[in-house]
């Protein structure tokens, strides 16, 4: 690729004064540098978006009409931006450009957000104010639509915001910040990339209010401790092992396919795919060779290739590890009725997988695999299954599957998450709230909840007479 990429520092193009190389994992070579940002274009850009939020904060209209033109010119420019997500992703170009496409309705529908201000007695007000400077981190499965979950809500409230996207996946987040440059006032977005050490630089920096955290638990729980000396505030979107649960009255032939999706979605690297199918026991046999079929059937390739549906695990150490799980579950005796192997030749493609005769106590079911591996487990009764499904220090969400629609709502509110879907899964809405209980997470992003994350309450109050 001859495209050269920079960060976004003050509205301006900055160089790295080095650089790090971006591997495409459909090839395993590196296709492209990013910059690597140094502590000194840190400051550049902390500064920059200090002096930008004085002005940014003054003119709600000018932010709505703002997130309107952030859309538009999102959609202007998907065409130059689906590849190099691709490219560095290794999702399916139509999926990149469902993922893009997702950032333009996130904006659009952020800007239609009320702000509001509560009369809660005579003179006496509560406002939302915005903190100041966002302190924003993302992982690579979704770069660009977790970015803009964050850059939507985050503006509208008024802040200003430095943002800094996974080292696996930088590209796409940084011609992102290119793109809004002509469009955003200069230091209101900066982009920067680097490794793991620019995220904890962002996360000590004195001049963040707010840190807005997408990742796993276990930098999420850095990034707690880090925040805490100087009592910054902390949304942290983590990991998931959401469980579905899947009753005897459904059609398995009805419901495999969307089953299916639900888990393996981006080649199962979703915080929020299925992780672990319980099914009961009358359906599960009927199920397994559904599912079964439909990851034979599926088509694993380079995301750029036309007809691909899944795209090769995003980078080296996820893809060992999905390959470590797997290989434990057949240690432990598990059956694989589909898949179970990495597939030969260049990249990180592994077979989508379905594993049977495997139960709590081995990691595949007891970790976050976020890979192509999804492991089947038979249940008698639903109390038992809603039981193990939340046994877990993970609580970002679950779904039930069943024709008696009322019942399974009832179950689904048994469940230890921040989301209860109802014969659907993913089904995640710009307008709802979303978020993890327990480990998987702190507060919520979307809609007026997530609004909300990037604000906080003053109460003006008024003498009487
Ligand atoms: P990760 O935690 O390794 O990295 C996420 C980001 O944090 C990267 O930008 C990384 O550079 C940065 N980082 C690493 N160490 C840091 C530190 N000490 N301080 C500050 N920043 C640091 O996660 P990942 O592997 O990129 O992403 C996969 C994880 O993200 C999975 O667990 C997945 O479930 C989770 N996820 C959650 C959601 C959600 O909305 N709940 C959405 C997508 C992904």
Redesign the pocket.
């Known amino acids: 690729m001859s495209q050269s990429f920079t960060h976004t520092i003050d509205g301006k193009a900055v160089a790295g004064e080095s650089t790090f190389g971006v591997v495409n994992p459909a090839t395993g070579e590196v296709f492209a540098e990013a910059p690597d940002c140094t502590p000194a274009q840190l400051d550049m850009a902390m500064d920059a978006a200090q002096r930008a939020f004085r002005s940014w904060r003054t003119d709600e209209a000018k932010r709505r009409q703002t997130l309107v033109e952030c859309a538009n010119a999102l959609k202007a420019r998907a065409g130059e931006l689906a590849p190099v997500l691709t490219q560095e992703q290794g999702k399916p170009l139509a999926k990149a450009m469902e993922e893009i496409i997702g950032g333009m309705v996130w904006f659009q529908v952020t800007a239609g957000l009320k702000i509001p201000v509560d009369a809660v007695a005579e003179g006496v007000e509560v406002r939302r104010k915005p903190y100041g400077v966002v302190g924003a ?6 770069p660009l639509l ?1 970015a803009i979950w964050k850059i939507a809500p985050a503006l509208l409230a008024g802040n200003a915001i430095v943002l ?5 996946t930088p590209l796409s987040t940084l011609k992102l910040g290119e793109i809004l440059r002509d469009v955003v006032p200069a230091g209101v977005i900066n982009t920067i990339s680097g ?2 050490p620019l ?2 630089w ?2 000590a920096h004195p001049a963040v209010r707010k840190i807005s ?7 999420g729980k ?2 707690a401790a ?1 925040a805490a000396p100087d009592l910054k505030r902390v949304t942290l ?4 092992n959401d469980p579905a649960i899947v009753l005897k009255d459904v059609d398995p032939k009805a419901v495999a396919e969307k089953l299916f999706w639900g888990a393996f979605e981006n080649n199962g690297q979703v ?2 795919a299925i992780k672990r199918l319980y099914v009961e026991e009358e359906v599960y046999q009927p199920l397994v060779d559904e599912l079964a079929a439909l990851a034979k059937r599926v088509k694993v390739g380079n995301g750029l290739e036309q007809g691909t549906q899944i795209g090769p695990v995003n980078n080296k150490p996820q893809y060992q590890r999905v390959r470590e799980l797997v290989e434990d579950a057949k240690k432990h005796g598990a059956r694989f009725v589909a898949g179970g192997e990495a597939i030969d030749g260049k990249g990180y493609f592994f077979q989508p997988t379905i594993v049977t005769g495997i139960a709590e106590g081995v990691r595949l079911v007891d970790e ?1 695999q ?1 890979g192509p591996a999804l492991p089947i487990l038979p249940f008698r009764r639903v109390e038992e299954a809603v039981e193990r499904a939340n046994a877990t220090h993970f609580g ?1 969400s679950g779904s039930v599957w069943s024709k008696d629609v009322e019942r399974a709502k009832a179950i689904a509110s048994e469940l230890e998450c921040g989301t209860g879907w109802v014969n659907q899964h993913l089904a995640i809405r710009p307008d709802a709230p ?1 978020g ?1 209980s327990k480990w ?2 702190i507060g919520y ?1 979307n809609g007026p909840y997530g609004l909300a994350a990037f604000t906080e309450l003053q109460t003006i109050n008024v003498a009487k007479g």
């Open positions: 981190i993302t992982p690579w499965n979704f977790l800094k996207p996974s080292p696996f490794g793991d995220g904890a962002i996360t955290f997408t990742g796993s638990v276990a930098t850095k990034i880090a979107e983590l990991g998931g915080c929020s976050e976020f970002l979303f993890g998987s997470g992003e």
